[in-house]
Each structure stands twice: as structure tokens, then as C-alpha cells.
């Protein structure tokens, strides 16, 4: 037996949004400790699935379309019936809209809103009432931004969506911490993925973020393998309600 803090075996972890980008990342970095996965999302997830199994972890994919909360009961009857529990809860999934505040419509309001907060919560929710019914604990990691602490311009409802996700992550550890489940969030600075191709792809915007990067370089979702192996393990028993940054530095410039 590991006698390693960060040691996941035996555990399993539902990773949403975990067909790519930082989701992959996140699943792959939780499988290579030890974790076996439930994948969720919209998107078939062939290539973690592939990567998972190579590692030896069992996966589980389940469909599920996160815009809305209707599918939530069912993932996670079939995760505990399948897998006989979840440890580990990441809410990955989200997305983003961009427009100026003044055309900003409702419905890039509200789908952004709905997918990256109300799901996350009620997942979150339906999680904890499974893991305290069962008297377990367990782990609950939400990805915020950068925008959970600073406004940006443009994205309306990701930085509303991800000021509150920030501030659910506090609520719920004040509340679940005393029944033996850590709620924290991991922060990521400015990764090359989907989400970041447009701001990638506009020269100007590109040149303006990498130059206060005080790593000097976009992040990679592989560069939040050690936080979230951090946060899913014992090593962080004793963390509750923090916001970890993982950002190359971005918010000490
Ligand atoms: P991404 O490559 O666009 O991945 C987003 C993931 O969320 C995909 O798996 C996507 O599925 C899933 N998703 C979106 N809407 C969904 C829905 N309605 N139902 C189910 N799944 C849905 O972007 P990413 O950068 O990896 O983003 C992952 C998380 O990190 C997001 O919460 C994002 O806000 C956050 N984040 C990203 C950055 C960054 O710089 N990239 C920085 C800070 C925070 P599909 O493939 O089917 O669309």
C-alpha cells in the first residue's frame, strides 16, 4: 500500500467536461494517481476514454447536456450504480459568451449562468446528499478564472458565473466542511484550449495577455495536474473554501 498524501487509488472521480481541453487534463492527472473515472458531458469522450484505460482505471461515460439541471438525478444514479460511489467531484464544464455589456443578450446570459453555476451547484448538491447519506466525505473542486477575482471585459455572464462559482465554493465549505467534505476551486490563469482559441487567435489580445504572464508562456491543461491531485487527495484534508491559483503568475503582476 502508498503510504503517499496524494495516493488516489480506490477512488473515483466525475469529472465533467471531460472530452477536452482542461476537463482531459484534469481526468488524465486523477487516473494517473489512482482514480478511476466517471466521465459527463455532452461530447463522446474517445480520446480520455482511450488515455484512462491505458493508465488501467475503469471509465464511465454518461451524456448528459449540463445546460440544463433536468439530467442531473440520473448521472448520478448511474455513477453510484455503476461505480458503487463517487470520491471526487470536478466541476469542469462551462462556457463562455462574449459581446460588449451593451448588446449582451439574456440568452448569453442565461446559458452561460445555467451551465457554468446552477449545474455546478446542484451537481455539487446531489453529490454531497449521496456522499453525507453514506457518512464518506469526499472532495468537491470547482474550476473558477481568473474572473472570479477580476472583471474583464466582454464576458458578462463567465465572470458573474465565476465570481458566484467562487463564492458557492466558500458557502459550501462553511457548510460541508463539518460533515467531511472539502469544497475548494482551482483558479486557472490563461490556458490553451477551446474556451481561449478566439482570444488566441486576435494578435493584439494574444501579445497584450502573454506579455503580463510572468511565466512568459499560456498554461497547458497539464499544468493543473499537481493542484488538482492536491485537492482530490488526503494532502489537503485540512483545506477548505480556498481558491487556488494556478496561473503562471498572472494575478501577482
Ligand atoms: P473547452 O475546451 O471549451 O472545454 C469545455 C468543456 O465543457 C467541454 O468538455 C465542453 O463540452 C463542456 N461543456 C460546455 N457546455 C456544456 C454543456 N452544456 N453540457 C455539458 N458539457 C458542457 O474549455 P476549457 O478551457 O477546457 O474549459 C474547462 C473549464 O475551465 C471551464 O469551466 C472554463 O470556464 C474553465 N477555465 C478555462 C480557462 C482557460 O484559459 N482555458 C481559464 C479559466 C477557467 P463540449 O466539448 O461538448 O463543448
Redo the contacts with the bound molecule.
Sequence with gaps: MSTSPFDLSGKVALV????????QGLALALAGAGADIVAV???EPVATETAVKALGRRFLSLS????SVDPIRAVVDQAWQVMGKVDILIN?????RRSDALDFSETDWDQVID??LKSAFFLSQAVARRMIGEGRGGKIIN????LSFQGGIRVAS?TAS?SGLAGITRLLANEWAPKGINVNAI?????S????QQLRDDETRSREILGRIPAGRW?Q?DDLAGAVVFLASAASDYVHGAILPVDGGWLAR
Design positions: 465533467t467536461g471531460a472530452n477536452t481541453g482542461i476537463g458531458g455532452r461530447s448528459a447536456d449540463l445546460s469542469n464544464a462551462g462556457t463562455i451551465t457554468n474550476i473558477a478564472s481568473m463567465y465565476k483558479a486557472p490563469g490563461y490556458i484550449t477551446n474556451n481561449t498554461g491543461p
